[in-house]
Antibody, heavy 123, light 108 residues
């Protein structure tokens, strides 16, 4: 059973950089076809895609966040990580990591999610 | 940017059929996924690729597609189905995944 677990600080200061890690168990981020994803949800609002990373390292960004976001794989630890710079109060959200699967139409679905971690940006 | 449009809320009586729609200009060319999110929990995939039901999802959940509108149907709605539901597809300009704004289903 694939499981994902987010880790990182729950509180980040305004203008600083957020770093989150997703640890995967029951599967390998190095497996052919594996996509890891970061998705966030501000309190009381909807879901917003941030970035996908393929097992090869290829990335797909939400263009509205691309300038502030980077993502990486750590195959030795079976993890993938998110960095988001210049954090503001608008970035306060629950951040989820997920496994994505890409279908024949080119769309991705997210069958497996972590429990999510709340990140609050303080001034 | 590409948008998926959902009604903000849908209400249904227990045992009745709930239908939640999702519209988008390119949905006739792309698969759509549906997620259920209960309060304080992570989303759960309930419909895969327009109409497939993942393992463990009750048979009362079904999906259909007609042109640029896709529909999540919950037949015989139960109190436990009360949740937020999100459709999701992709913006081909990226490409990157996009979510609809979500629909709050109330069963009362």
């Amino acid at each position: 059973q694939l499981q994902l677990q987010e880790s990182g600080p729950g509180l980040v200061k305004s203008s600083e950089t957020l770093s989150l890690t997703c640890t995967v168990s029951g599967g390998s981020v190095s497996s052919s076809g594996y996509y890891g994803a970061w998705i966030r949800q501000p309190p009381g609002k909807g879901l917003e895609f941030i970035v996908n990373i393929y097992y090869s390292g290829t990335t797909y960004y939400n263009p509205s966040l691309r300038s502030r976001v980077s993502v990486s794989l750590d195959r030795s630890k079976n993890q993938f990580s998110l960095k988001m710079t210049s954090m503001t109060a608008a970035d306060t959200a629950v951040y989820y990591c997920a496994r994505a699967l890409r279908d024949t139409s080119g769309a991705w679905g997210f069958p497996h999610w972590g429990q999510g971690t709340l990140v609050t940006v303080s001034s | 940017s590409y948008e998926l449009t959902q009604p903000p809320s849908v209400s249904v009586s227990p045992g009745q059929t709930a239908r939640i729609t999702c519209s988008g200009d390119a949905l006739s060319e792309q698969y759509v996924y549906w997620y259920q999110q209960k309060s304080g929990q992570a989303p759960v995939l309930v419909i895969d690729k327009d109409s497939e039901r993942p393992a463990g999802i009750p048979e009362r959940f079904s999906g259909s597609s007609s042109g640029t509108i896709v529909t999540l149907t919950i037949s015989g709605s139960q109190a436990e189905d009360e949740a937020d539901y999100y459709c999701q597809s992709i913006d081909n300009s990226g490409p990157y995944p996009v979510f609809g704004g979500g629909t709050k289903l109330t069963v009362l």
